[in-house]
């Protein structure tokens, strides 16, 4: 009927993230102190920078990503920050593939050959806005080669014009390429020895290039990579059925760089986000199939009436924890306390808050809710009077108010632990806590 609204769709953008060019010092997110190394101080200090993200794709031009989401993708997707990884260096036959349709950049590539340095990894990440409205974010991180000739900002090569003049990689890059102004036998910042006046070379110009940084340490320019982010944003939370859609994108797009696929990994990408709809509350199920060539996906959203339906089972949090752990846990939410969930395993993280979220129900937690909380500004929510749920890697935990709040806990899900809070707890109901303890019981002596 013409009066009839059409269908939502379920992924509203598939975004493609990567380094920024030139390359630029990520200011907010601290690098760790540079060491001497076997490829050489400044590539040392070049691998422990963390850089700046671009939003290299966005799809589809028609629903451009939110402005508060867009300019914060980059730090969701890599919550550590953007790091360059020395890896395998380049054959002759390597070639690559854009990533995204013919309108992406160049730098939108992912690398079939040879293999990358580090294997794809999968993560989650939520924006909430100020309607308390969600929206999940889905992110494969994949590896690409950085080309020699990528650019370093000036503020970054050469350290008498930087604003930021405590930068690391701009104090190494003035001793590389300065030493034969020291006098024998001192050392520069990095820790090295430098030569005598007598050995110096001639003077170099600063690094402009990655290959510049590359050449003057001896390495192969070509054995630099760089994280490379195919991200599916939605309103909707399939966390399986992204991943492997995601997956089957990244396996693809390898694949068409050894043979050409029947159906163009473009194609591919605008059928998923414009013709694949959202499920509707007790609607029939969705099923859509990416490639001919592989299994179908579905997704399905229960109805109002059903308990909510959910890609995750109790069992992750079991693993860890003891029931009555978790049954406390669940009432530090019930009383909208600071919950603090931390974890290396980012899945694991995830998936323990939202199956957090999930035992409330029928309530629903209204409060600030970050699973995952970048480096940087954002760590200063640790000190919010507010209650909150959010999720940090181990080190961020040096974060946390000292002293810790009366009514924050934190829950360590490597090791079991649940840590505060100070203030005392109200005691549940019985006839609210009892039936719940017994059936988390029951479910953990059935994983025995």
């Known amino acids: 009927m013409g009066g009839e609204r059409p269908a939502e769709h379920l992924v509203d953008h598939f975004v493609c993230i990567g380094a920024a060019t030139p390359l630029q010092p990520n200011a907010n997110v ?23 993200t671009e939003n290299l794709y966005s799809y589809p031009p028609s629903r451009p990503v939110p402005e508060g989401f867009a300019a914060a993708l980059g730090a969701f997707c890599l919550p550590s920050g953007l790091r360059l990884v020395h890896g395998p260096a380049a054959s002759k036959q390597a070639s690559a593939r854009k990533m995204a349709p013919t309108a992406a950049p160049a730098s939108a590539q992912v690398t079939a050959q040879p293999p990358p340095p580090l294997s794809t990894s999968y993560a989650c990440f939520v924006f909430t806005d100020d309607k308390y409205s969600r929206m999940y974010g889905h992110c494969l991180t994949t590896y690409t080669r950085v080309s020699p000739d990528t650019r370093m900002a000036a503020e970054t090569a050469f ?24 006098p024998s036998g001192t050392k520069c910042q990095s820790g090295l020895a430098l030569p005598s006046e007598s050995d110096a070379a001639p003077a170099q110009p600063a690094p402009r290039s990655i290959g510049d940084v590359a050449a ?32 089957a994108l990244n ?32 609607g029939p199920v969705v099923r859509f199939a990416l490639h001919p060539a592989l299994p179908a996906l579905h997704v399905a959203c229960s109805s109002l009436e059903e308990l909510p339906a959910t890609d995750y089972s109790v069992d992750t949090l079991l693993a860890t924890l003891k029931p009555r752990q978790l049954i406390k846990v669940i009432a530090l939410l019930l009383l909208e306390w600071q919950v603090v969930v931390v974890s290396a395993d980012a899945e694991l993280r995830f998936a323990a808050c939202e199956l957090l979220l999930l035992l409330l129900h029928p309530f629903e937690w209204a409060q600030a809710y970050l699973p995952t909380l970048p480096d940087g500004p954002l760590l200063m929510l640790l000190h919010a009077p507010f209650p909150f749920l959010v ?33 005392s707890l109200p005691e549940l109901p019985r006839r609210d806590w009892a039936p719940l303890l017994a059936a988390l019981e029951a479910a953990q002596a059935r994983m025995q």
């Not at 490379?228 to 966390?239: A, E, G, K, V």
């Not at 990408?269 to 013709?275: A, E, G, S």
């Not at 108010?401 to 203030?423: C, I, K, N, Y």
């Open 216 to 247: 003057a340490a001896g390495i192969d320019p070509s054995s630099l990579w760089s994280p490379l982010c195919l991200c599916i944003l939605s309103s909707s939370h399939y966390p399986l059925a992204f991943k492997s859609a995601l997956l």
């Open 159 to 182: 350290p008498g014009r930087s604003s930021a003049p405590n930068s690391t990689l701009s104090t190494t890059a003035a001793a590389v390429n300065s030493s034969q102004h020291q």
């Open 251 to 282: 396996s693809l797009a390898s694949a068409s760089v050894v043979a050409p696929l029947d159906v163009a990994v473009e194609t591919i990408l605008m059928h998923l986000v414009d013709h694949v709809p959202r499920p509707v509350a007790g």
């Open 30 to 52: 601290t690098a760790p102190a540079a060491h001497p190394s076997s490829t050489g101080a400044a590539i040392s200090i070049l691998l422990e920078q963390a850089w700046m």
């Open 391 to 423: 999720g940090l890697q181990p080190h961020q935990t040096a974060q946390l108010p000292r002293p810790t709040p009366a009514r924050l806990a934190v829950l360590r899900l490597d090791s079991g632990e649940l840590e505060g809070p100070h203030e």
